[in-house]
């Protein structure tokens, strides 16, 4: 998804910082989302990403720096900053022993009310229209984190936060939380500040994002930018290795490099040439096993993650 | 503010457990005085063993306002367990089911969702002080009729059944306050956990606790009990001498209620600063 980035910042962290005992979880953050921007905000499980919403939030108290909404200190200003945010801070708890209508006017009491037309508005936008009146200790996991989006979106805000809204759905869950996000962001005019483990997830609908790693920024910028920096390459594995090495010196296509790696090629080439690599290999007599095209944010993004996953 | 002490409303009086003290109390309390007819005057009986060779008793002082009297007893343990229930819950509960990460991310400021929880708990404590007393009054009444009230303690007080009502009244209005100062320590624990049975036990083992150093006859103690609320929550008590002492009355609210403010300053203190990590 290609979207401009505005100019003004709506979230801004300076040098943001949280420590616990001797261990930072998150240090020197800056991170900017712009208005209009859907913000991929990258890393692996144990990141600090969580830890950096939670600030955002007011939920924790950073040890240093500070957050900035819509340009005003959040440690100075709390309630008007937040009064154009609505977010779901990891796993969306509620009381299971209300009703999802129940749940939304308690939400709605503390963004200084709200009327049920719009309860039922935005139980509706999420799906969930036939179902408010049940329990919430009867929904299932993929429907509590549609009422999360549904109290996020209550108070209407400018800036919706979301944290991992994906987590534990299913292909179809996933796909339905990313084409709301998508109507969000274009038709409802929304920032959406969007944490998440999977790049792909992120790449699908935004057009900023960032990447944290061991509570560091390891990258921040465009989408597009940062997956054109990184390059694309494709990775070959067949049999066999030496003839696939043979092949790769003699082919006259866009390949500027490869390099044998953990039992396969990486080939540095243009993608538009896999159906002619394809063909070069296997009339050379190269059993192909497979050719997978990759970016090396992707592995950038891999490198960051794997050891600590570890 | 209104909206936010409603939610909380809400929040409580939907829930079950909530409804677990009242239970309890519409199912002993009618057992407890049942029996208590059934038994006849065995139990007073029982409780005059001792004064039974200096003093002779005419009449019948088993009544309903007897039984009645005899049930606000359970104001020294067994509800404040009840209420610490609640109370306990009121901030940890949140922390348990994390519902804190839905209400703490909202434009209103901490104080004044700490605030609106700890109306609430008032507003449960005293609803629950009152029907323990309008149930057991009534009951007693009907099953075992008016008449004089005959107060046993270190004296022997024998109150006309035309003073005994308004007695009641002031007594379970001063009880609410003194259970209002044991909630407020419940309330206390339940800031800083996130489990409510920690508030719980914390609340029942301090009231112990007291209770043991208010009734030991030692110089040593006698100087910490000034600071014990539990030397001030048999307040009610004194609604029951034949000339109430006001001034004593009003020093026990005064002491009680600056309990209550007290732990509610400590559990906002804690609240207000604390990292949400549940």
């Known amino acids: 998804m290609h979207r401009p980035s505005g100019a003004e910042p709506v979230l801004q ?67 008007e900053s937040l009064r154009s945010v609505g977010g779901i801070v990891e796993k969306p708890d509620f009381y299971l022993y209300l009703s999802a209508v129940r749940n939304l006017e308690i939400v709605g009491s503390l963004i200084g009310g709200v009327a049920r037309q719009r309860i039922l508005e935005v139980l509706d936008l999420v799906g969930l229209g036939d179902r408010g009146r049940d329990l919430v200790k009867t929904y299932s996991h993929g429907m509590k984190q549609r009422l999360g989006i549904a109290q996020a979106l209550l108070g209407d805000p400018e800036l919706v936060i979301l944290d991992e809204p994906t987590n534990g759905l299913d292909p179809q869950g996933m796909k339905e939380i990313r084409e709301l996000i998508v109507h969000l962001a274009r038709d409802r005019r929304k920032t959406v500040f969007l944490s998440s483990h999977l790049l792909n997830e992120v790449e699908m609908v935004a057009n900023r994002m960032a990447i944290l790693a061991k509570g560091e920024l390891v990258a921040q910028g465009e989408v597009e930018e940062l997956l054109k920096s990184g390059g694309q390459y494709v990775f070959v594995t067949g049999e066999p290795g030496t003839r696939i090495r043979s092949v790769l010196r003699g082919l006259p296509l866009s390949v500027t490099k490869f390099e044998e790696k953990e039992g396969g090629f990486e080939i540095w080439m243009d993608q538009g040439d896999i159906p002619s690599l394809n063909a070069q290999l296997v009339r050379r007599g190269v059993r192909v096993a497979s050719i997978v095209p990759r970016r090396s944010l992707e592995e950038y993004f891999l490198s960051i993650t794997e050891p600590q996953e570890r | 503010m209104g909206r936010l002490v409603y939610s ?62 005899s049930i606000m007893n359970s104001l020294w343990v067994q509800i404040p367990l009840l209420i610490s229930f609640v109370a306990g819950d009121q901030l940890a509960g949140e922390a348990t089911s994390g519902t804190y990460r839905l209400i703490l991310i909202r434009p209103v400021s901490r104080t004044r969702v700490i605030t609106a929880k700890y109306v609430v708990t008032v507003i449960y404590t005293v609803l629950f002080v009152l029907f323990l007393g309008g149930l057991s009054i009534g009951l007693a009444l009907a099953l075992l009729g008016g008449g004089d009230l005959f107060v046993i303690g270190r004296s022997i007080v024998v109150l006309a059944s035309s003073d005994v009502a308004w007695r009641f009244c002031a007594a379970y209005l001063l009880a609410s306050w003194g259970m209002i100062s044991i909630a407020a320590i419940a309330f206390f624990f339940s800031s800083f956990v996130e489990n409510a049975i920690g508030p719980i036990v914390a609340t029942m083992g301090v009231q112990i606790v007291f209770l043991i150093i208010s009734n030991i006859p030692s110089q040593f103690f006698d100087d910490v009990k000034p600071y014990l609320y539990t030397t001030y929550i048999n307040v009610w008590q004194k609604c029951f001498m034949t000339l109430v002492p006001w001034d004593d009355v009003w020093k026990s609210v005064a002491a009680l209620g600056a309990y209550s403010v007290g732990s509610f300053l400590l559990a906002w203190m804690i609240f207000v600063r604390k990292d949400i990590l549940s």
């Open chain 2, 8 to 69: 909380e409303l809400l929040k409580t009086f939907l829930k079950k457990r909530t409804y677990l003290g009242f239970l309890i109390i519409l199912i002993i309390v009618p057992l407890v005085e049942v029996v208590m007819k059934v038994e006849g005057g065995r139990y007073l009986s029982m409780t005059t063993r001792g004064l039974a060779m200096d003093f002779s008793i005419l009449g019948n002082p088993f009544n309903g306002w007897f039984v009645a009297h």
């Open chain 1, 13 to 79: 962290t300076k040098d943001l910082g949280k420590r616990y005992g001797d261990r930072w979880a998150v240090r020197g953050l800056n991170l900017q989302v712009h208005r209009g921007d859907v913000f991929g905000f990258l890393g692996p499980n144990g990141a600090g990403k969580s830890t950096t919403i939670r600030m955002v939030l007011s939920l924790i108290a950073p040890t240093s720096g500070e957050v900035e909404l819509f340009g005003r200190s959040l440690n100075l200003h709390r309630t």
